[in-house]
């Protein structure tokens, strides 16, 4: 399961002083997701133009998966060539917004203890309603994901492209609503 989520101030601090060397960035990538139980390792997020049934961590071979930076026309944006079953794919690296970090979770067992309280109408003759409360964990971050095309390079209208620009927006307008008891001062 992928997310976005802002960063708090500590972390945007804490990443500008742990800015990593260009040789320990890539030794952070190869990591396994195995070891990192705890730990959040630096991820390669990749999204495909087809339907891979098979939801988790895989071993990546050079030999099926080598995507080449090629640079790209106005050298402006990171623009890969990969071949995945025999058929070129090309890529379009997209950033993750200022002020957000692109995470990988996944869900932890429910635990019977945590639960939140469901708020309505009480009655005397019903149990608390009480419901289990999900939770994740972050495995993996991101700073930026590659969206593939076949044989040609994602544009700004493509679906992932556009919907980061849209969604982070329309979280950016739903956080800034003030209600009327804000308005008020209560």
């Not at 927006?169 to 609503?177: C, G, P």
């Amino acid at each position: 399961m992928l997310a976005l989520r802002p960063a708090t101030t500590k972390e945007r601090v804490q990443k500008l002083q742990d800015q990593p060397e260009p040789d320990q960035e890539k030794a952070t990538q190869s990591q396994s997701w195995a070891g990192s139980a705890h730990t959040p390792v630096s991820v390669s997020m990749n999204i495909l133009p087809c339907r891979i049934h098979h939801d988790g961590p895989v071993e990546v071979s050079k030999r099926y998966w080598n995507p080449v930076n090629d640079g790209g026309a106005d050298n402006k944006q990171p623009v890969s060539t990969a071949y995945f079953r025999g058929r070129k794919l090309r890529g379009r690296s997209v950033p993750v917004p200022d002020g957000y970090h692109g995470v990988v979770v996944t869900k932890l067992p429910e635990d019977e203890t945590v639960c939140k309280r469901v708020v309505g109408h009480e009655n005397e003759d019903e149990e608390d309603n009480e419901e289990p409360l999900l939770q994740l964990e972050t495995v993996g971050r991101f700073p930026a994901f590659t969206v593939w095309e076949h044989e040609k390079l994602p544009t700004d209208d493509d679906l992932y492209v556009r919907s980061m620009e849209e969604w982070v927006s329309l979280a950016h307008s739903v956080s800034a609503f003030n209600s009327p008891e804000d308005e008020r001062g209560a």
